[in-house]
């Protein structure tokens, strides 16, 4: 029996600005995304039917088991792939949900993973690119999961930056929020742009000053939004930004995760520590973005 392992990192929108609402409904966005050092793990077993068993501390906010992104990705797949080689599932979610950090994403993103290699397909073919970007705006970024510039909605991706290690504390606290409802707040109508302006040019090679300037410049533009249908996120983000040594504060995605980014592993830990301590009922979790 063979068994493939892939690791599914939480994604981080660092920036997210919205452009405009398409006629298709999607929103065109420009998004300098990373990945972090924490995430779920999905593992694949050889076996005559496609199986999912999902447990892990965050499992029971996952949903009904047959909705999961992991069984649409392997539908998906079927599609384009016929004979595709499935077979058991295993994930352990340790990721909030519906939190902003592309959970479930990253969680389809692996699931495919595990299947080219299951299957010898690379993960260039463009039947791959074609499920990932079927399954979700987020998904194609997920699938190599390393640190980029994303826009459209999601499905064009610039090459992968070079970017230094950065020190960083996440915290969810527990409300999730679902992407539509703050895409309804926001309510923006078909052809209608925000006029907020555009994502500056990310400099390469991308130093921690240089980034820390690009990021003060940059924004997410669900934040408000979120805030009026979650008050909490704004008192997380007030609570990281008290933190010592905390040099930004912002919401992920379309929240409620929010993070705060240091220039030492020590001060993040320290950071996370006291959040913890002082918050034991919120997701707390100190990481390296990459």
């Known amino acids: 029996m063979s068994t493939w392992i892939e690791r599914a990192p939480a994604k981080v929108n660092l920036t997210l600005h919205l452009l405009r609402r398409r006629d298709d409904g999607f929103h065109d966005l420009e998004s300098l995304v990373a990945f972090t050092g924490a995430g779920d793990t999905l593992r694949l077993c ?10 892990g501390p965050t499992a029971q906010g996952a949903g009904a088991v047959e909705d999961n992104l992991v069984l649409k990705s392997v539908r998906a797949l079927s599609a384009r792939i016929p004979g595709l080689r499935s077979g058991a599932f295993h994930l352990t979610k340790r990721l909030p949900v519906a939190a902003g950090v592309g959970g479930g994403s990253s969680d389809a993103a692996a699931a495919l993973r595990l299947l080219a290699r299951a299957n010898d397909v690379a993960l260039e073919d463009p039947r791959i690119l074609d499920a990932a970007a079927e399954i979700g705006s987020d998904v194609p970024v ?21 970017m230094p290690p950065v020190f960083a504390v996440l915290v969810n606290p527990g409300v999730p929020l679902e992407t539509r409802a703050v895409f309804a707040r926001i ?12 994502h500056a040019p990310v400099p390469q090679p991308l130093s921690w000053d240089a980034l820390l300037s690009l990021l003060k410049r940059g924004r997410n533009d669900m934040e408000d939004a979120a805030s009026v249908l979650a008050p909490v996120v704004g008192h997380v983000i007030a609570v990281l930004s008290a933190a010592r040594g905390c040099r930004l504060a912002r919401m992920s995605g379309s929240g409620a995760t929010c993070f705060a980014l240091f220039e030492t592993c020590r001060a993040a830990a320290r950071a996370a520590a006291v959040i913890r301590r002082d918050h034991p009922e919120w997701w707390v979790k100190p990481t390296v973005l990459r």
Do not use: I
Request: aromatic letters at 4%; hydrophobic letters at 35%; a negative charge.
């Open 142 to 162: 997920c699938l190599h999961a390393r640190a980029r510039m994303m826009y459209g909605r999601g499905d064009e991706l610039a090459q992968p930056l070079a």
């Open 187 to 198: 309510g923006l109508k078909p052809g209608q742009e925000t006029g907020f302006g555009a």
């Open 46 to 55: 050889s076996a005559p039917e496609t199986t999912l068993v999902v447990d």
